[in-house]
């Protein structure tokens, strides 16, 4: 996730420095402003990354949840009382 994050501010940052400018202030300011973006990706990364994880553990425990009740009411139906 972090490369494709990465490689894609790195292709929005060359194609950005390859379209011509007539005002090579703005130019400078866009450079600039690509570059803090690019400095800011992994920690974006990170943070979409970790969100992620907090969701995988969470579904994880409804599964468990959902599988103890299915077997709670197998056990009924079947009579088990163990």
């Known amino acids: 996730m972090k ?7 790195m292709v929005l940052a060359l ?3 390859l379209t011509s400018c007539r005002d090579t202030d703005k130019k400078e300011d866009s450079v600039i402003i690509i570059e803090k973006e ?6 974006k990364a990170d943070g979409a990354l970790e969100k992620a994880g907090r969701a995988i553990d969470n579904a ?3 599964v468990k949840e959902a599988g103890k009740a ?4 197998a056990k009924e139906v079947v009579g088990d009382d163990n």
């Open 70 to 73: 299915v077997d709670s009411a």
């Open 15 to 17: 194609g950005l420095s």
């Open 38 to 43: 690019v400095d800011k990706a992994p920690e």
């Open 60 to 62: 994880a425990k409804e």
């Open 3 to 9: 490369k494709l994050l990465f490689s894609s501010a």
